[in-house]
């Protein structure tokens, strides 16, 4: 998945992964909390996920009603911490911080860079649907999009 990821970043700004990544990552950081306290002025260094939160008034800490952590999830949060992207779930939409699979666990993922985080209006975690999965919760993503229309002018 970094392979790819790493890919795309190099073409690509606004990028967003969602599904199911077996991960629980409870309420632990997504990001790296950098305090430079003791170098202040001489590293010119930006935190572009807290930046990008307070800037949208965003939660820096998620909301989740998984406490539990499993090794799957140590490694999307390093995925997140090391390529600078952040978790939605827990911090946009009224139910984003509630279980997403068999009413018990955090599984299934919304996590985009703060290029994206920017434009999403909405995200929730819908009702099981026995036709789409028999214990996932689907997700919905509502997203900002402008359309754009060049006209060629003839002279």
């Known amino acids: 998945m970094e ?3 790493l ?7 606004y990028i967003c992964l969602m599904g199911d990544f077996n991960s629980r990552t409870s309420r632990d950081p997504d990001f790296i909390d950098l305090e430079y306290d003791e170098f202040s002025g001489m590293l010119d260094i930006e935190n572009t996920c807290i930046n ?4 949208l008034c965003l939660p820096i800490q998620r909301k989740s009603m998984d406490v539990k952590k499993n090794n799957f999830g140590n ?4 995925f997140c911490k090391y390529n600078n992207m952040l978790i939605v779930n ?3 939409g009224d139910n984003s911080g509630h279980f997403t699979c068999k009413n018990a666990s955090v599984v299934d993922y ?8 920017k434009l999403i209006e909405n995200f929730s975690i819908l009702e099981t649907n026995t ?4 214990i996932h919760n689907p997700l919905s993503l509502t997203v900002k999009a402008e359309v754009v229309i060049n006209k060629a002018v003839a002279i």
């Open 7 to 13: 890919n795309f970043c190099s073409h690509y700004n």
């Open 110 to 117: 919304n996590i985009c860079s703060p290029c994206f985080l």
């Open 52 to 55: 990008t939160l307070h800037n």
């Open 75 to 78: 490694y999307l949060l390093d």
């Open 3 to 5: 392979n790819e990821f």
């Open 90 to 92: 827990g911090r946009i």
């Open 131 to 134: 036709l789409f999965s028999d």
